[in-house]
């Protein structure tokens, strides 16, 4: 496996949130945002990833993402890639129950939906919360492999307790730390520790 640095921490956030500012990559990795920014700016100097000034959001770069999947060759080999698949095979088919209630939470009848049927809401959230706790299952045997899955499950919590508490954004909002936020991060993290396309796993999901 390889070493725990800075510089494979702060790369594989990078890739994992796709697009990000310094604290939430701080957050991540559980570094100090100073070690952090001076990895960022050390990426982006090796062309590996960009900043965009005005919104103070780091991207990784095409070269970036071939460095990345160089590393993940050391960080995750086969033997342990193989200890991911039972939990990937589970995550497949509930994510795509996940994303059939995101759109019923987003439209309703043709028609955005107004989230003014507290009864239509409520039924939704009850199916979000059997959901998590088959998400949460999973990520505990993810976290066996490799720890840093573990979060996810902290972080879809957090998004759960904070729709339960009127957030409404906090279930399909974008770039808030939404549930749906952290559940694609999820969702790429595994893709790229398992080393599968995204296209592949749809060709794959059609086939069936």
């Known amino acids: 496996m390889l070493p725990d640095t800075v510089s494979f921490d702060v790369l ?8 990000a500012q310094s604290a939430p990559l701080a ?11 001076r990895e960022l700016e050390a990426l982006r100097t090796e062309g590996l990833a960009t900043h965009m000034e005005r919104r103070g959001l780091w991207r990784v770069t095409p070269k970036g993402r071939a460095r ?11 033997h342990d890639r193989d200890l991911l698949r039972p939990g990937y095979e589970h995550f497949v088919p509930l994510n795509g129950r996940f994303k059939d ?27 979000l ?18 720890s840093r899955f573990q979060r996810y499950g902290d972080a879809l919590a957090d998004a759960l307790a904070r729709l339960r508490n009127g957030e409404q954004k906090a279930f399909t909002g974008v ?16 893709l790229v520790s398992m080393k599968i396309q995204r296209e ?6 059609t086939a069936r």
């Open 27 to 37: 957050e991540i990795t559980g570094r100090g945002t100073d070690e952090v920014l």
């Open 68 to 78: 990345h999947g160089e590393l993940m060759d050391e960080d995750v080999p086969a």
């Open 129 to 146: 919360e059997a959901q998590h706790e088959e998400a949460v299952a999973i990520i505990d045997r993810l976290a066996e492999v490799r």
């Open 101 to 127: 209630t995101c759109t019923r939470w987003q439209v309703r009848d043709g028609v955005p939906n107004d989230h003014t049927d507290a009864a239509y809401d409520e039924a939704l959230l009850k199916e």
């Open 175 to 190: 770039m808030c730390d939404s549930y749906h936020d952290v559940w694609m991060e999820l969702h790429r993290d595994l």
């Open 12 to 19: 594989h956030a990078l890739v994992v949130k796709g697009m």
């Open 200 to 205: 592949d796993e749809e060709r794959a999901g």
